[in-house]
């Protein structure tokens, strides 16, 4: 390929065919334009008039430019222009292309993928085998064409989490192993890798083995966003970035689900980067309640996994309601049972305090009840309610527990386990025996792993009653193996039950950090603080939803649980998704950037070349310059038919229409379907198709006749009919179907029986129609019918009448008192009137309020007596002479009362119209 | 035919499937253009519809005019009895003085007619017969005698005279340029020749002087195309007559202009001076202008003539 002034030709020689065109400029301007011809009764008196003048007609100059221009476009066209050649690759060794692939380059992801596309085109060009690596996830290298590897482009995504040291090691192992040269092209993102700093020099050496490494870098920066903190009552946001640039402006969004469960933006603030700042930070003020809606954080102009910030019940402040029994307690403070509660949620919860009765409304998480013996039965209920509802019912024993005779006999709903009288002390100065230390928490309880501190000791407590149950509901036991707290779900809530004091009176568990530990753990406050890996010991969590690479929340699916240490310490990695964890009530949001966490640049070996991305990439022109040449010939027509005096404004309109003609050919969209929007824009009748063509052609004229009827004489004004096709049509846009029966009619498919007997439900009428009312009339019934009778077997039809003399089909527009249609005297059937209540005495119609029959059965062929041609002439034969033509106006008639029936049910019941009807009626 | 589908109304294109059809439809297409010619030269004529053709004068004629005084010198026999028995006095019952005139028309319908040079335009031929039509309406209804020359229609009076004309004006005739039909002359009548006189001049001449020897006296109608007036052309140019017997093929349509007006403006003077000659009239009618100027000035100039002939 030839290159000059950023333009290259695929076919350079081509270009000599230009040294042809001064030639074509003498042929072309010798041709002069053809004669008009002029039609001209009086040309007799132009015979003998010469020419005075002889004039040599030539081609104007500039129809031969534009030629010549439009010639000059096809062959530099052909020639093959392409700009920004990219500039060929010498090597032909095979070609590494690594990708870091990690969250830090999914903001500008389609920009790198179409680097590689190019990279591989180039590849392809120069014939050189290319392997692709991800260092995100690691895999043997494979040398193929670079036709086939574009292919796999497509799978290769980033991943929410950098190359860690054992994805760079084994990336450098499938290095050695692969037994070729080659050379080396990397695209970073941009960031060193964190902790794999000394891994990623040794891939860099071995890569260097086999052959020259270049590196392509990200320009743009990279942001991420770290996990929200609550401090002081607002949420504290930080933001880090890898090279301290410019001043920069971030929006960022607070998103979670609003009341109706949509997920939207909840709050938006700005995260301003001064220049020069590696960080920057954003205080969010926002209510209780739309903090505890708060599911993620994420800056919005930023798609990367690194920019989301996830947030778990650290940001959600519990509201646990504090009830004790004495109420008005002057005694000291310290003594108080709530007192050591208070300080222990103070920092992480909202406190409420009061009665019960009071605070129950309030829906709290979490009620603590401290040394309650006795409920008032209503609240009793009420806090069973709750509990079985998802709250957490805390209680802890006490003097009064003791005392009372709660729960002796029979276990009650608001306690775990049955209590022994007079509960038990240790150690006091009427026991004997020491005060009793806790027992390491057994697997399967919630403090399990928690660790136990010495001076921990338990002087008295409320014993539990043996029971089968008491081994199961123990969650935590005295050295001796006596029950210290005691466990029971009811219904979707837990009541737990610490078989001490809240305060220091009966034992120093209140005093020690165990205790707030073990609430914590019981979800009882939130820590306000990450957990560390030693808090979460002994837990397994399992993932909820966790992050892609573009910072997308996705379901976890089946992914394994992660043991909780490991979610605090670990890397993030194929086995541990950034994304949110659930263990028990619990929920911990795993972030992609810890606190604190800061993005190094990526820094490179001084003798391997780093370059940027390519800005420009090639174009090929060819085409481009091909179509400007049709452009020029199709103006060249129109010149010179200008120039020869061809051009007429009518011949040029007909072109012109004809040019559009072709366009809408060409990009006319497939003629689309009535969509459901349209149907429901405007009522429609509707008819059921049979597959009769004959049946159906007469069904939708006699619908359109009836819709003309409809449209003249009342303020129904339907739109064209519809056929419906019970297995794909939505039958819910139509008010009123009407179906002609067949012989031969199919049987609907279950799924359309379904559809029908939706339908029927909920509100639609079907109008059958078997046609035969001329045949059947006699009692015998016909073909049409028994098909009738087998369709309708799987619907939902009720009872039906024939239509007694006073049903509101014959009063709703027209007062009737048959329905002919082109048959005369067929039976039409409805629902039968639930009840039977008799007529006041001269008044001539029931009172029947409810309900709009459903179906409406009959024979009459009424399709064909409604149906009109295109002109609007009737199109079958009703009767004879004025009689037919009253018969056919009946049948008019009846469908304008079947389809007031329909729209406005039983309004014409209703006992107001009574009078003027019976005025009507002449009675 | 099933009873789900009964007869329908039978359609123009089922009766076209018959076997009379084909001779009826071209019947129906010939007779087609005569009521319009008709209508329109009817409305055409209603607009002039008070012409000079009553003699407003005592005379002979079958129409009352006026009683007069018996005066010396009237025959006894003339005395209308019933209004001299109402007095003394007698009268004298005088009818109105009709005299019918005999108007003779040619239209060309040659092939040079039938040429319009827009399409909103009627043709020439149109506008002639049109014209000539509704002076003919008029002259029967001021109760004259019309008829074409060339012994086709002799002079006749009534409605069905009209009728005929407009029959026979349908009839298209393929030459070229038709020359002024002069045979068959009522000798001192009246003659309308409606043409485009673009043809040969010699046989105007000669229809126009053997026509001035019977004592037969006329108008001349020119009928032109509004672009053989103004001759807008321009550039390589290859002029053909209607029927393309005739060409003129040019490079620079646009030097032609002036030679060609000069050579239309040498015919008319031409035409004038035959006219004065012969003791006819002179018109000109452009096609865009509108029918009734033209009536207008052919009526005008008709009773003209008949006052000069009286």
């Known amino acids: 390929m030839s290159e000059s002034f950023g333009i290259g030709f695929a076919a350079p020689w081509l270009l000599l065919a230009l040294l042809a065109l001064p030639v074509l400029w003498f042929l072309l301007r010798a041709i002069p334009p053809a004669p008009k011809r002029q039609l001209f009764p009086a040309v007799t008196l132009l015979l003998g008039l010469g020419d005075k003048e002889t004039q040599v007609h030539r081609t104007p100059w500039w129809l031969l430019l534009l030629r010549l221009l439009a010639l000059a476009a096809v062959i530099v066209g052909l020639a093959g222009p392409v700009l920004n050649p990219s500039s060929p690759q010498a090597s032909t060794k095979p070609l590494l292309l690594v990708i870091d692939a990690s969250w830090a380059g999914a903001a500008h992801w389609a920009e790198k993928r179409k680097q590689l596309q190019l990279l591989m085109k180039d590849a392809a060009r120069a014939n050189r085998p290319v392997a692709l690596m991800s260092l995100t996830e690691p895999r043997p290298l494979q040398f193929q064409p670079a036709d086939a590897q574009v292919r796999l482009l497509a799978g290769v995504l980033p991943r929410p989490w950098q190359p860690s040291h054992q994805m760079l090691t084994t990336a450098a192992r499938h290095v050695t192993e692969a037994n070729q040269a080659f050379d080396t092209l990397w695209l970073s993102d941009g960031l060193a890798f964190a902790g794999a700093t000394e891994t990623r020099a040794d891939l860099i050496a071995a890569l260097l083995t086999r052959g020259t490494i270049e590196v392509v870098e990200d320009q743009h920066g990279v942001v991420g966003l770290m996990p929200a903190v609550f401090e002081d009552g607002a949420i504290l946001l930080q933001a880090t970035r890898a090279t301290p640039g410019a001043a920069r402006e971030h929006p960022l969004h607070a998103l979670g689900l609003d009341p109706g469960g949509q997920e939207r933006v909840l709050a938006t603030a700005t995260l301003q980067f001064e220049a020069g700042a590696k960080t920057a930070t954003v205080r969010l003020s926002l209510p209780t309640e739309l903090r505890a809606r708060v599911s993620r954080f994420s800056l919005a102009d930023v798609r990367s996994a690194g920019a989301v910030a996830l947030s778990d019940a650290r940001l959600r402040r519990r509201d646990v309601a504090l009830i004790s029994s004495q109420a008005g307690n002057e005694g000291l403070a310290l003594l108080s049972p709530l007192h050591y509660l208070r300080e222990a949620l103070a920092p992480s919860a909202n406190l409420l305090e009061g009665r019960l009765a009071d605070l129950l409304p309030a829906k709290p998480d979490v009620i603590v009840l401290a040394d309650v013996a006795h409920l008032p039965a209503d609240q009793e209920e009420a806090l069973v309610d709750w509990v079985t509802d998802g709250g957490l019912l805390l209680r802890f024993a006490g003097p009064r527990l003791a005392a009372s005779d709660t729960a002796r006999d029979a276990e009650e709903p608001l306690m775990p386990v049955r209590l022994r009288i007079g509960g038990r002390s240790i150690g006091g100065a009427m026991s004997w025996g020491d005060p009793k230390a806790l027992a390491p928490f057994a697997e399967g309880s919630p403090f399990f792993k928690l660790e136990i501190p010495e001076e921990v000791t338990v002087r008295s407590q409320v014993a539990a009653q043996p029971d089968p149950e008491l081994a199961n509901r123990v969650i935590a036991e005295l050295a001796d193996g006596t029950p210290l707290v005691t466990r029971k779900e009811l219904g979707q809530g837990q009541v737990v039950l610490f078989h001490v004091t809240a305060n220091a009176e009966w034992s120093s568990l209140p005093l020690s950090g165990l205790f707030i530990k073990m609430l914590e753990r019981l979800a009882v406050s939130s820590a306000t603080k990450a957990p560390d890996a030693t808090d979460l010991a002994g837990t397994v969590w399992q993932p909820i939803e966790v992050l892609d690479g573009f910072g997308h929340l996705r379901d976890a699916g089946t992914q394994p649980g992660v043991a909780g240490p490991a979610l605090i310490e670990a890397a993030s990695g194929p086995d541990l998704w950034p994304g949110v964890y659930q263990s028990g009530k619990r929920r911990l949001a795993r972030n992609v950037l810890p606190d604190g966490a800061e993005l190094q640049p990526a820094v490179w070996p001084p003798d391997i070349p780093v370059r940027a991305f390519e800005a420009s990439p090639e174009r090929p022109l060819g085409g481009a310059l091909l179509s400007a040449a049709l452009v020029l010939m199709a103006l060249d027509v129109a010149a010179s038919l200008l120039v020869s005096g061809l051009w007429s404004r009518s011949k040029a309109a007909k072109g012109a229409a004809a040019l559009a003609v072709a366009m809408i050919f060409f990009h006319s969209p497939p003629a689309p379907a009535q969509t459901a929007a349209e149907l429901a824009a405007e009522l429609r009748l509707g008819h059921v198709l049979t597959g009769d063509s004959s049946v159906d052609a007469t069904a939708a004229a006699g619908l359109r006749g009836l819709s003309d009827v409809l449209r003249n004489r009342t303020s129904v004004e339907p739109a064209a009919p519809v056929g419906v096709n019970l297995d794909r049509d939505e039958l819910a846009l139509f008010s009123i179907l009407y179906w002609p029966m067949t012989a031969q009619q199919p049987m609907p498919s279950a799924e359309a029986y379904g559809r029908l007997n939706t339908y029927l439900a909920n509100g639609g009428m079907i109008f059958f129609d078997t046609r035969d009312a001329d045949l059947s009339g006699t009692g015998r019934a016909s073909p049409a019918a028994r098909r009738l009778q087998q369709i309708a077997l799987s619907l939902d039809i009720p009872p039906l009448e024939t239509v007694p003399r006073d049903h509101v089909l014959t009063r709703t527009f027209y007062l009737l008192q048959d329905f002919p249609g082109r048959h005369l005297r067929g039976m039409v059937w409805v629902e039968a009137a639930a009840s039977e209540p008799g007529a006041t005495e001269g008044v001539p119609f029931r009172q029947l309020n409810d309900g709009v029959t459903p179906v409406v059965i009959g024979g009459n062929d009424w399709a064909s007596a409604w149906a009109v041609d295109a002109s609007g002439a009737p199109m079958y034969p009703v009767g004879r002479g004025y009689g037919g033509e009253r018969q056919r106006e009946l049948a008019r008639r009846f469908g304008v009362n079947l389809v007031m029936h329909v729209l406005t049910g039983n309004y014409k019941s209703d006992q107001v119209h009574v009078p003027a009807l019976l005025d009507r009626l002449g009675q | ?310």
């Not at chain 2, 025959?75 to 109402?86: E, L, N, P, T, W």
């Not at chain 2, 672009?227 to 003129?248: C, D, K, M, N, Q």
């Open chain 2, 1 to 310: 035919m099933s009873p789900e589908s009964p007869p329908r109304a039978s359609t123009r294109a089922a009766a076209l499937r018959g076997p009379g059809a084909q001779l009826r439809l071209r019947a129906e297409e010939a007779a087609s253009p005569l009521p319009p010619l008709l209508v329109q030269a009817e409305q055409l004529a209603g607009a002039v519809l008070l012409g000079e053709h009553g003699r407003r004068r005592s005379g002979v004629g079958d129409d009352f005019w006026q009683y007069r005084p018996v005066q010396p010198g009237d025959s006894r026999r003339s005395i209308d009895h019933r209004r001299s028995a109402r007095g003394d006095q007698q009268f004298v019952r005088e009818r109105e003085w009709q005299i019918a005139q005999t108007v003779q028309f040619w239209t060309d319908c040659g092939t040079s007619m039938r040429f319009a040079s827009r399409e909103d335009l009627p043709t020439k031929g149109a506008r002639a017969r049109l014209l000539a039509l509704a002076t003919a309406i008029l002259m029967v209804r001021g109760g004259e005698r019309v008829g074409l020359t060339g012994g086709l229609l002799p002079p006749r009076r009534g409605k069905i005279q009209i009728l005929r004309m407009a029959e026979t004006w349908t009839e298209e005739q393929d030459t070229p340029y038709a020359p002024p039909e002069h045979r068959a002359l009522v000798p001192h009548a009246r003659a309308l020749f409606i043409s485009d006189f673009l043809g040969p001049m010699e046989e105007l001449e000669t229809a126009l002087t053997k026509s001035a020897d019977r004592g037969v006296r006329g108008i001349l109608l020119q009928v032109l195309d509004p672009i053989e007036e103004a001759f807008p052309f321009a550039g390589r140019t290859r002029f053909e007559s209607v029927t393309g017997a005739l060409a003129h093929e040019t490079l620079k349509a646009r030097a032609l202009r002036d030679r060609y007006l000069d050579r239309l403006a040498d015919r008319r003077d031409a035409m004038d001076h035959l006219c004065r000659q012969t003791g006819w009239q002179l018109g000109l009618h452009h096609t865009d202008q509108s029918a009734q100027a033209g009536l207008l000035w052919l009526h005008g100039a008709l009773g003209r003539s008949a006052v000069q002939s009286s």
